[in-house]
């Protein structure tokens, strides 16, 4: 079974998820956790994370740092893979955000898909 299929069991892959531009972003795992890098684009110049995470299901959750994004140099992330293991939507939220309650039923921001 390669990482692009889906097992009998319904598992979600997320090694080897690549997103587009303006949010690249890289991801890579191991068991249930999964590590990752990523370049926003929407600044000039562009800056660029680290994203942290621990699959559950077909849901990946985790926090991510290292680049100013919405006036934010932290957050947490929530994303949900699609059936196929091929595409993803799901949230990238700032901490200040989050502290503030801001945008609890805020819809996705952000989706990808697999390449490569």
């Known amino acids: 079974m390669t990482s692009l299929e889906t097992s009998p069991s319904h598992r979600t892959f997320w090694n080897g998820i690549q997103a ?3 949010i690249e972003v890289k991801m890579t795992q191991k068991c ?3 590590t990752g890098t990523f370049k926003s684009f929407l ?3 562009p800056c660029s994370g680290t994203l942290t995470g621990r699959i559950d299901g077909n849901q990946l959750s985790g926090s991510w740092s290292g680049c100013v994004l919405d006036h934010s140099t ?3 992330f929530y994303l ?3 059936p196929g293991n091929m595409t993803w939507t799901g949230k990238m939220i ?3 955000v989050l502290q503030e309650n801001y945008c609890p039923d805020c819809p996705p921001n952000w989706a990808g898909k697999r390449v490569g």
């Open 20 to 22: 587009s531009p303006p």
């Open 32 to 34: 249930w956790d999964v």
């Open 43 to 45: 600044d000039d110049p």
């Open 74 to 76: 932290s957050g947490k």
């Open 80 to 82: 949900a893979m699609a």
């Open 94 to 96: 700032p901490t200040w």
